[in-house]
């Protein structure tokens, strides 16, 4: 009984089955030649997978994940935005981030959220006169940032965002004041809205926001895309966090948390009353 | 909120991605690229990839159709200007430079030798681990071609690693 190369090859990829597995199976243990063959055969994807797994072993480039982050976040943002009925097969806009200009804005809103904190420990009183011009002309979008998205740090509780896991872990214990903040959770600023809920304004990076606690937990109430999440119209840098700042300014009842207040408020597990 | 499956799936595939990318294009500058270009192309037609159906299937055709796309686009340009300057490197199999070719090790230049068409069923089948049929759905060929093509593929590999096969 003779094997055809092509048997043979199909033998060492599985793709063999049944009868015609068990047929090659006995002509190669009978045949030591065959045997030989189907030995280089191995060693050959052997040697190929050898050569380019170091590759799938690289960690991945930021690049390639944060432009999948940015289009995971871009579609969250418009299903709760603006998904029109019937139309499932909307076409997506096609926007593709340059990374480049992506770390830059980083780095500048990075250098831009610093300023705002010395500002606020500098003289706060200033920081909200002056901020006042901005919540003229703010619009802030309801974005869900794939940051925390990805790392369950927002959930869905009775229609609300409520913060989860490392965000929540940080509105808790992090201090604006301390201006330490390890990346990638920066506090702002801290203040208390009408009511007498403790909010603080926070800083992810990607995605910036407002929580509020409320019944012992923290409420999303804003968040803002950074600049890796917005593509096509990249804000000026720290615009994100001057949005946050008036909208602070807006939902605050008088000036926000010095350092002495909001070490207290912290102590208190922030519990408004 | 819901997560993204087709988002995190894609990011799972990242590192397979990247080791495909090198197997076809054997350079790291043109494997990073071709990275990128497929990850914005799948990302921007999201909507033609059918739930249900393999993810890294559809991710790896977009790739190697970019892959040929680019191949074509540099042979024309070659064409082109070969008449006018001689010795323009199209990155292509029996186009790379003596000191690529050392990078690359004995395996990585046997594999760059091949003809485009025979690597890529090398790649996907023996390195990938795709089945005959997946990996001829992603080339867009006959099965029967696929089969050929990594037969003759495979033939030269050993030929040129037997000793060390």
Redesign the interface.
């Known amino acids: 009984m003779s094997i055809t190369d092509a048997e043979l090859m199909a033998f060492v990829d599985g793709e063999l089955s049944g009868a015609d597995a068990e047929r090659v199976s006995a002509a190669v243990s009978a045949d030591p030649g065959l045997t030989a063959r189907i030995e280089d055969e191995r060693r050959l994807r052997t040697m190929l997978g050898d050569h380019l797994a170091p590759i799938a072993a690289e960690p991945v480039p930021e690049n390639l994940t944060l432009m999948i982050a940015a289009a995971a976040a871009e579609e969250t943002e418009q299903d709760m935005t603006d998904a029109p009925a019937g139309d499932p097969i909307r076409e997506q806009p096609a926007r593709v981030l340059n990374f480049a200009t992506a770390r830059a804005q980083r780095q500048a809103d990075a250098r831009a959220a610093k300023t705002v904190r010395a500002a606020l420990s500098g003289n706060a009183r200033r920081y909200w006169g002056t901020s006042a011009a901005i919540a003229a002309s703010l619009v802030l979008g309801l974005v869900l940032g794939s940051q925390f998205a990805d790392r369950g740090g927002v959930i869905e509780r009775d229609g609300a965002l409520v913060a989860s896991g490392a965000l929540a872990k940080g509105l808790d214990t992090q201090l604006a004041s301390a201006g330490t903040d390890a990346m990638p959770l920066r506090m702002l600023a801290s203040f208390r809205r009408s009511g007498g809920d403790f909010c603080r304004v926070f800083d992810g990076g990607r995605t910036s926001g407002i929580a509020c606690k409320h019944e012992g937990r923290w409420t999303v109430e804003r968040t803002v895309a950074g600049a890796s999440v917005i593509a096509g119209e990249y804000r000026q840098a720290g615009s994100a966090q001057g949005e946050l700042m008036a909208a602070a300014q807006g939902m605050a009842e008088g000036e926000p948390l010095d350092a002495a207040q909001e070490q207290a408020a912290q102590t208190k597990g922030w519990r408004g009353n | 909120?819901?997560?993204?499956p087709f988002?995190?799936e894609?990011?799972a595939l990242?590192?397979?991605l990247?080791?495909f990318a090198?197997?076809l294009t054997h350079d790291v500058a043109d494997?990073?690229d071709l990275?990128?270009q497929t990850?914005?192309r799948a990302?921007?037609s999201?909507?033609q990839w059918q739930e249900g159906t393999r993810l890294d299937a559809w991710v790896y055709r977009i790739m190697r159709n970019q892959w040929i796309d680019e191949v074509r686009a540099r042979t024309r340009r070659s064409q082109t200007f070969t008449h006018e300057e001689e010795g323009v490197d199209v990155g292509m199999a029996g186009h790379r430079d003596a000191e690529n070719q050392v990078e690359l090790?004995n395996?990585?230049r046997a594999?760059a030798r091949l003809p485009d068409d025979q690597r890529e069923a090398?790649?996907l089948?023996?390195?990938e681990g795709f089945?005959?049929k997946e990996a001829a759905e992603i080339i867009g060929v006959p099965q029967g071609t696929l089969?050929s093509r990594?037969?003759r593929g495979?033939e030269a590999?050993?030929r040129e690693?037997?000793e060390?096969?």
């Not at chain 2, 909120?1 to 993204?4: D, G, L, R």
């Open positions: 909120m819901s997560t993204n988002c995190e894609l990011t990242l590192p397979r990247r080791r090198r197997g494997a990073d990275c990128q990850v914005e990302l921007r999201r909507q090790g395996v990585g594999l090398v790649v089948v023996l390195v089945a005959y089969t990594l037969g495979r590999l050993l690693l037997g060390q096969a």
